[in-house]
């Protein structure tokens, strides 16, 4: 059986064909237009591309993008591709395909993807984390996305930074309208303008920048385990290859568990930024 998968970026969309042992027999990429009706072609082409190359026509879709469908109503919230938010994005995708779609939202394609076969394989609930130029998180279950009731499992990057210090107050306001979001603080672009420099150069300059970036960090993984105790927490986007992460964040994040041990592994994303595209192929089950 061969999968199909797409991700829908803020700055590229991908498209993919897996087979049945999960391994790319297509792949194709093209810039995300800002425009919500060519964003729609966009992908229609970019499938047929994938088919093209796959020798398979793709019966049902798998789609990952930002935010989510609203259980009343179907119509786009909470996206920071923000063409997509009040609109039946889903819906509109599957008339233009002629084919049934689901959509899930691009964190949760992540933390699908490495329950499945990467960095969290064999555990039952995966914590995943996209640091990228926004900032989200997603939940697997048993080898399955949690989307949850009200369809916002995982929206960890618009929860407040936790335990704020004196001069993180008062909180900057978010993109969303809320204030002191996690977005603004772990964020590929949050850490840069922390830092003064891009977050590349920054992360390998090391100092305080990063040591502010790795106790904020710390503290927002705190507050999940506090919720949710994962098996494994796993690192995805821009920022999850920043090496020091793996090595100091075990020891960020343990003051501010409520409890007297933490032996969560903090891991990189397997897949890299494959994740995305890889998890969408698999939300349709075996």
Not at 209 to 227: C, E, K, N, S
Request: contains cysteine; proline residues 8%; aromatic residues 6%.
């Amino acid at each position: 059986m061969i999968r199909f998968g797409v991700d829908f970026g803020g700055t590229k969309i991908e498209a993919a064909a897996l087979d049945a042992d999960g391994r790319f027999v297509a792949r194709v990429r093209a810039p995300t237009p800002k425009a919500y009706d060519e964003g729609l072609e966009a992908v229609a082409e970019l499938l047929a591309e994938a088919e093209r190359q796959a020798g398979a026509r793709a019966e049902r879709v798998g789609v990952g993008g930002p935010g989510s469908p609203s259980p009343a109503g179907g119509l786009m919230r909470n996206a920071n591709s923000t063409q997509l938010n009040g609109r039946p994005f889903p819906a509109d995708l599957a008339r233009m395909l002629g084919r049934p779609v689901r959509y899930e939202n691009d964190a949760n394609c992540l933390a699908l993807s490495e329950a499945t076969d990467g960095a969290g394989a064999g555990a039952e609930l995966v914590f995943a984390v996209i640091l990228g130029t926004g900032c989200g998180g997603g939940i697997a279950i048993g080898g399955r996305p949690r989307t949850g009731r009200n369809a916002v499992a995982g929206e960890w990057g618009h929860t407040p930074l936790p335990w704020p210090r004196p001069d993180e107050l008062p909180a900057p306001e978010c993109w969303c309208g809320r204030r002191g979001c996690l977005e603004l603080w772990v964020s590929g672009p949050a850490f840069a303008r922390d830092a003064g420099r891009p977050a590349e150069a920054a992360a390998a300059a090391g100092g305080p920048p990063l040591d502010r970036y790795i106790d904020r960090l710390g503290r927002g993984l705190a507050a999940v385990v506090d919720v949710l105790d994962p098996d494994v927490i796993v690192l995805g986007g821009g920022m999850s290859n920043v090496e020091a992460l793996y090595d100091r964040l075990p020891a960020a994040i343990a003051p501010h568990v409520f409890s007297d041990v933490f032996a969560t592994p903090v891991r990189r994303a397997a897949h890299g930024d494959s994740s995305g595209v890889r998890g969408a192929a698999w939300l349709w089950p075996r």
